[in-house]
């Protein structure tokens, strides 16, 4: 019989929020494999466990893939770790997983904290509806591009970031989303846990030189809002294509996100611009 496959969430922060399920699991399992075996091997002298690790991370989540799935194949359970928090939420396990689901091997959760929850829950923006993004590019272009996609989204939108890459990136969003509210999560569940609720703007005064982000942090802002969604689509099919152009994209690019604003096809959007 295949071995299974546990994916255990591991606390962000705080050691308190170790579960027992989480114990019980690490303990039973035959084999941890660890996005970061240091860290885990804190984790397991807290808790006092011993038990074989294998390192699986983005850069040889391949063959160590394969590794894992021959040992799921000779019947082993197998429980993954992430850096912290859950795993295959933004981290290679979400890999490991899909090969999983592909070869027949059983797939169990073993919740705890995201991150991305527990950011959203006390960012006081709507949670209805909401769009996890993730880590942005770190090509400005793709980067550009991915906020330019989702600017029109309502949901309330969730980023990962990393503190030397906050301050462009907030300059980024506000560049394209225009001023919004924002929620800045830092060192969430940790002794220097910090909510700042403000907005764009305000957001992008409050790091400088010479007082840089520090500690890990979570973006949750506010979706679009109906009027201004209103507004750009009250504004002619040229001013936006020429907007676009302005922020840099090609005319082929710039007839594209016009067309995609609108619901229309491109053919109709380069009729227009001809025509006017
Ligand atoms: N798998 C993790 C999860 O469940 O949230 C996320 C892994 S991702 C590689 C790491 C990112 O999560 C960090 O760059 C940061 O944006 C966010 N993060 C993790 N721990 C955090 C914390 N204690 N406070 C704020 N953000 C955190």
Redo the contacts with the bound molecule.
């Keep these: 019989m295949n071995g299974k496959l546990y994916l255990c ?1 591991t606390p ?2 705080n050691l308190s929020d170790i579960s027992d399920r989480l114990r019980e699991t690490l303990s039973s399992v035959d084999i941890i494999a660890a996005e970061d075996t240091r860290r885990t091997l804190k984790l397991l002298n807290h808790l006092g466990i011993k038990k074989q690790m294998i390192s699986y991370y983005e850069h040889n989540k391949r063959e160590k893939g394969t590794e894992l799935l021959k040992i799921l194949h000779d019947g082993k359970d197998i429980a993954l770790v ?10 290679p ?1 979400e890999d490991l997983v899909a090969l999983c689901a592909e070869n027949g091997i059983d797939v169990v959760p073993v919740p705890g ?4 929850i ?2 959203l829950i006390v960012s006081g923006l709507p949670t209805g509806r909401f769009s996890f993004e993730g ?1 942005l590019s770190v090509n400005k272009r793709s980067r550009g591009e991915r906020l330019e996609e989702i600017k029109n989204d309502q949901r309330t939108l969730i ?4 503190p030397h890459k906050l301050r462009t990136t907030l300059r980024d969003m506000l560049e394209t989303f225009g001023n919004r509210r924002i929620a800045l ?6 002794l220097h ?1 910090e909510i700042i609720r403000t907005d764009l703007e305000k957001a992008q005064t409050l790091y400088s030189e010479e007082k840089p982000p520090k ?4 973006l949750v802002i506010e979706g679009a809002s109906e009027d201004g969604l209103k507004e750009e689509i009250n504004c002619s099919v040229r001013e936006r294509y020429e907007y676009f152009l302005s922020q840099g994209d090609d005319e082929k690019t710039a007839m594209k996100k016009v067309a995609q604003e609108r619901g229309v096809s491109k053919r109709d959007i380069y009729a227009e611009i001809k025509i006017d």
């Design positions: 969430a962000i922060g992430s850096d912290a928090g859950t795993p295959a939420i933004s981290d396990g904290c995201v991150a991305a527990c950011a880590f980023f990962y970031e990393a999560c830092r060192e969430l569940t940790k846990e500690g890990e942090f979570v």
